[in-house]
Every structure is written in C-alpha cells, then in structure tokens.
C-alpha cells in the first residue's frame, strides 16, 4: 500500500482543485509545495493574494503509485489556453521588424504568461525523477522548446499540450 498524502496550499499558493485530486507521495507533494510557494511569492510579490493552481488525477505510469502530479491551470487559466497565448506572442514577434518592439512584445508575454513562468520555476527551482535511460519527468506544452526533453515525441508533446506532469 502507498502512503499517499494530498497537497495543501501554501503562503503564497492556493489548490483550486478538490483535494482528491493530487494525491500523492510526500516526497513529491514536499517539493512541489516549496516549487509552487516560490512561484506564488514570484508572481504576487508577497503582496497577499495567492495564486491559484488547479490539479487533476493521473492514471498512468508514475500516477499509479503517487510519484506523479498533473497541473491543468494556474491563476484560473488552463495551459492549453496560456500556450495559445504564448504561441500568438511568437508569431506576432516574428512578423514585427522593429527590434525594440519585437523585445516589449517578449519580455511582456515572459512577464504575464503565468502558465510559461510556473513551466520554468519548475524547471528551474524543481528536482524531479530521472529513471535511467528516461528524460527528466517534466512534460508540458513547452517541452520542446524549453527542456528539458527537447526531442520529446510528438505523441507525449500532444499528450501534455493541456497540462504539466512532473515525477519525484
Ligand atoms: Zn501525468
């Protein structure tokens, strides 16, 4: 039997999600509190309100014995929606000439595109499984262009296009 623990919100995140949904080990729900409340205090610079994220339960793989967790939405917007968004960014860069425009339209959409800051934050402040021969276990929308797994499949890119999946 796994002992499976559900992950509480912090000081500077909140669970939207029914806790029932991200069960998990405490290993792994211990890491992504401390990623999630350094993301939190990132955005909302301490200022009080919280930041919401949104889980939803896996099946397969390392969500079997609770070393997965899978996030749908943060800040009330899901990340099919934030990629979009980002995706929009990039091609509206790419048909500006002006360079000190082409850099406001980056920086702004680094700034404000909450679901690109929480991949990184977990990308870069996060400590995830690594089995061997296996890629780093963060997959999302921005896999391929962010890492870690940048020749990440098609089919697994397609499976995340709508959520983060990480794996302690
Ligand atoms: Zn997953």
Redesign the pocket.
């Known amino acids: 039997m796994v002992h499976r623990v559900t992950i509480c919100s912090g000081r500077n995140f909140r669970v939207d999600s029914p806790p029932g949904h991200a069960l998990m080990t405490p290993e792994l729900a211990h890491e992504l509190h401390r990623v999630l409340d350094r993301f939190g205090r990132d955005i909302t610079n301490g200022c009080g309100n919280k930041v919401g994220v949104f889980f939803k339960p896996?099946?397969?793989?390392?969500?079997k014995v609770g070393r997965?967790?899978?996030i749908y939405a943060v800040g009330g917007v899901g990340f099919d929606i934030w990629k979009r968004r980002w995706d929009a960014a990039q091609q509206k860069v790419a048909r500006v000439k002006n360079a000190f425009e082409r850099q406001t339209i980056l920086e702004n959409e680094r700034r404000n595109n909450l679901g690109w800051r929480l991949y990184k934050t977990l990308q870069n402040c996060g400590r995830w499984s690594q089995p061997h021969g296996f890629p780093i276990q963060l997959?999302g929308p921005w896999t391929r262009e962010e890492g870690a797994w940048k020749l990440i499949s098609y089919i697994v890119l397609k499976a995340?296009r709508d959520?983060i999946?990480?794996?302690k």
Do not use: R
């Not at 896996?58 to 969500?63: D, E, L, S, V």
């Open positions: 896996g099946i397969f793989g390392h969500h997965a967790a899978d997959f995340h959520h999946h990480v794996a």
